[in-house]
């Protein structure tokens, strides 16, 4: 695996944060020493793939970088009906992708699109994955997009949605972002490291606090969501679209 020490040497201007080949060459070094949890979180995406697979669907993977997350439920399901759909709109990750992927045996397709998410068309799926990817969206687009993964689940089909978020009360928003910053520490990075990383993020990666994520579900439709995952000022959360109830005239309405 590639070290990261993309901003280890001081730079005399820091320019927004991209994900081009610089990046896409040493990405699993990066998220695995930058995101607390990212194992966890990568494996819980098998486990609830695993949990809510539905014959003949859609499994949606946006922003999917080196396709960590399509992988892990690619390794739970086993049904040749089904698809993956990984999206990502930097060509150098798609292309690394697409390496990653085929290196792997599954009798489930997978499609690596290179788009845009806010282009992709959403149908027919049992999960859809953003590891990640929202909080790069303009804040604008995030409850449009919201609402099409919604219109395009299945009845008790997943979203499962994680992102960095921040918190309205400036104490425990400033507590979380500095253990989050003993954590890079005690990965090896070093004070120049972390501050230039976090100036070339600002302008565009833009979190949401946990109650917008959650407000943002319940109005795009979803019936029930939680926070299954947090470890300082990350978080993965699950929103479940309420399965069809189904009536049966001997025992009244069964959800
Ligand atoms: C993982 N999910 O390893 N359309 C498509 N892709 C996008 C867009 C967009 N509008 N905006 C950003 N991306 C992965 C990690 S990384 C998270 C996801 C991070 C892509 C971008 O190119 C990048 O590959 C990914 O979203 C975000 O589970 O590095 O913090």
Not at 44 to 49: F, V
Request: hydrophobic share 40%; glycine share 4%.
């Amino acid at each position: 695996m590639q070290k990261d020490s993309i901003y280890a040497e001081p730079l005399a201007q820091i320019q927004d944060f991209c994900f081009d080949a610089t990046v896409a060459e040493v990405f699993p070094d990066m998220i695995q020493r930058s995101v607390p949890g990212y194992q966890t979180i990568i494996q819980t995406i098998g486990k609830l793939t695993a949990r809510y697979q539905q014959d003949s669907s859609n499994y949606y993977d946006l922003g999917c970088s080196l396709g960590a997350a399509s992988l892990a439920m690619r390794r739970q399901l086993s049904d040749s009906h089904s698809k993956i759909v990984a999206i990502d709109n930097s060509p150098a990750m798609v292309e690394r992708c697409q390496r990653h992927l085929q290196s792997f045996r599954s009798e489930v397709p997978v499609e690596v699109l290179m788009a845009d998410i806010r282009d992709v068309d959403i149908s027919n799926a049992a999960v859809v994955v953003s590891n990640f990817t929202l909080q790069f969206l303009p804040k604008q687009h995030r409850d449009e997009l919201v609402k099409r993964i919604y219109q395009g689940l299945k009845p008790g089909g997943i979203f499962i949605l994680s992102e960095k978020f921040v918190q309205n009360d400036p104490h425990t928003h400033e507590l979380l972002i500095d253990l989050h910053h003993d954590f890079k520490r005690a990965n090896g990075y070093s004070e120049l490291e972390i501050s230039q990383k976090r100036t070339a993020l600002e302008n565009v990666m833009r979190p949401d606090t946990i109650e917008e994520h959650q407000q943002r579900f319940s109005n795009a439709g979803f019936g029930s969501s939680t926070v299954w995952f947090q470890c300082f000022n990350f978080c993965s959360m699950v929103a479940i679209k309420t399965p069809v109830a189904v009536k049966s005239e001997a025992e009244g309405i069964h959800a």
